[in-house]
């Protein structure tokens, strides 16, 4: 089992950048396939990215492929999202998400069973 804690959200112009970041708890961190998402009120929760366990791989949805990129540290059982090129319609509450993912398992992930609490991110035009 992992929890996961998401930073970084806040308030940002239009055109800048944020980084967020996803702190896991746990051991096995680098059994995990990690991704994040958005949601904003009254919407269904969209997938941005994923990553292999060992960061070897990625998948992006072609809403944000180019401008947000997904990466993890692995020794400090931490995942991240680099959003640049911020547009207003990208303020939501952002979600990282983790599913243990053996070698040979489907990819990308059907679902993912841990979740965060989510940070706010708020783009300002």
């Known amino acids: 089992q992992v929890q996961l804690v998401e930073s970084g959200g806040g308030l940002v112009q239009a055109g800048g950048s944020v980084r967020l970041s996803c702190a896991a708890s746990g051991r096995t961190f680098g059994s995990y396939a990690m991704a994040w998402f958005r949601q904003t009120p009254g919407k269904e929760r969209d997938f941005l990215a994923t990553?292999?366990?060992?960061?070897?791989?990625?998948y992006y949805a072609d809403s944000v492929k180019g401008r947000f990129t997904i990466s993890r540290d692995n020794a400090n059982n931490t995942a991240y999202l680099q959003l640049n090129s911020l547009k207003p319609e990208d303020t939501a509450v952002y979600y990282c998400a983790a599913q243990q993912t053996p070698v040979g398992s489907r990819w990308p992930p059907r679902s993912y069973a841990y979740w965060g609490q989510g940070t706010q991110v708020t783009v300002s035009s």
């Open positions: 990553i292999t366990p060992k960061g070897g791989g990625t």
